[in-house]
């Protein structure tokens, strides 16, 4: 089968889950024999025009596309969702009109490049699945204008190019409940969960020295979360928890992965907190330190108020670490209150902090909820995949 798939964005070019994802689809379906070629955003382009990317990933062809530059704001950062330049334009509709594909497989909603990806295929009478990684969220702090702006947006554009869709498949039940309830529905609708971070297990065994040098990270009791700087991911809760935590753990340090939006936020509480010594913020990180610093952690947090799906939960579990997470949809789906995790109520600082200390002063209870990562058998990119390639068949 000859696959086409328009993504977001792609490795090494993302700066969230959403690549890896991407990443271990199509890698699964080169596996099992099928020909693969993604059209990704590239939103590291400065050119108006740009200029398109070819790499060839493990036999995945990649194309990666100039997204326009955002404009500069205060309050919204676009970096990551704007529209496709002139010269991806052109050769996205070449793809798509002269592509012999057997399906065209859109990831993103909301995304521009894939709804524009979307209206070419109803030009050119291309079938086309729809699947939804998570639901956009307006920025709190956009004006009014944006709002009502993206709000319509969602409404009349996006249920129109989903709602054309041959199928439409989410990562999560509640995901797929949450796109029922915006009105975003398809004739076929199918909850297709994502798999384990594949490359987790490609780490070389000096980087975990390496790493914990480079960090002043020894003899420190280790809390990491990562993932993309958002207002949605919660990374505020966990610093504004960890006064409370160094108060009864000293050497206690968190370690926060990955960019975004809301780092200049997460700074001023850190800054205010006086917490330099206690929360590091590290940036972007490759997939090696990434299992560096998943192996050194004593805990993971997931302290995110809103979450699709949560590629970092599946990770954190096949590294066999104990998780403490708000009890938010599809988390709950996964962790087990007390078995393979602690649930605290969304937004909840003080439970937040408490959930931490006590795995952090508990050793058995740390090594009871490590070892009670059974539930991530369940999620296997194999499995995914012929689930993707059934929905195929059958659109």
């Known amino acids: 089968m000859r ?28 596996r099992l024999g099928h020909e693969v ?17 070819y790499v060839n990933d493990g036999g995945v062809n990649v194309f990666f596309l100039p997204l326009t530059p955002a404009p500069r704001t205060k ?6 969702c704007t529209p496709p330049t002139i010269s991806a334009l052109a050769f996205l509709t070449y793809k798509l009109a002269r592509g012999t594909y057997d399906i065209i497989h859109l990831h993103g909603v909301g995304h521009p490049l894939i709804d524009i990806a979307a209206i070419l295929c109803m030009v050119f009478r291309k079938h086309y699945v729809f699947t939804c990684h998570g639901i956009p969220k ?22 129109f190019v989903v709602g054309k869709a041959k199928a439409l498949t989410a990562v999560s039940h509640s995901l797929l409940e949450e796109c029922v309830r915006k009105g975003l529905i398809s004739r076929r609708m199918v ?57 009864k753990i000293p050497d206690a340090i968190a370690v926060i992965a990955g960019t975004g939006p809301y780092r200049s936020e997460l700074e001023r509480l850190i800054n205010e907190g006086n917490l330099q010594h206690h929360v590091k913020l590290v940036g972007w990180i490759s997939e090696e330190e990434k299992a560096a610093f998943y ?19 599946l990770e954190a579990l096949t590294m066999h670490k104990p998780i403490v997470a708000f009890n938010i949809s599809p988390i709950s789906e996964t ?25 952090l002063t508990n050793s058995n209870l740390r090594l009871r909820l490590a070892s009670n990562t059974y539930s991530v058998s369940s999620f296997r990119w194999g499995d995914a995949a012929r689930k993707y390639l059934h929905v195929y068949r059958n659109s």
């Open 37 to 53: 070629t993604v059209l990704a955003g590239d939103f590291s382009n400065r050119s108006l025009i740009g200029k398109i990317n």
């Open 75 to 80: 309050n919204v950062n676009l970096a990551t």
């Open 138 to 159: 307006s920025p709190e702090k956009a004006g009014l204008i944006f709002h009502s702006v993206f709000k319509a947006y969602l409404a009349m554009l996006e249920r």
């Open 295 to 313: 192996q050194l952690a004593q805990v993971v947090v997931i302290p995110s108020t809103y979450e699709p799906f949560g590629i970092i939960l």
């Open 3 to 30: 696959v086409l798939m328009v993504t977001p964005e792609y490795p090494p070019k993302h700066v969230g889950g959403g690549g890896i994802v991407y990443k271990s689809i199509a890698r699964e379906f080169r």
């Open 191 to 247: 909850v297709i969960p994502n798999g384990p971070n594949p490359d987790l297990n490609n780490m070389e065994p000096k980087l975990i020295e390496k790493v914990e040098g480079k960090h002043s990270l020894t003899s420190k009791k280790l809390i990491f979360s990562v993932g993309r700087l958002a207002q949605t991911k919660g990374f505020q809760y966990l610093i504004r928890a960890m006064p409370h935590v160094i108060s």
């Open 335 to 359: 962790i087990n209150n007390g078995v393979n995790g602690l649930l605290v109520p969304s937004g909840n600082v003080e439970k937040l902090a408490d959930a931490i200390i006590q795995i």
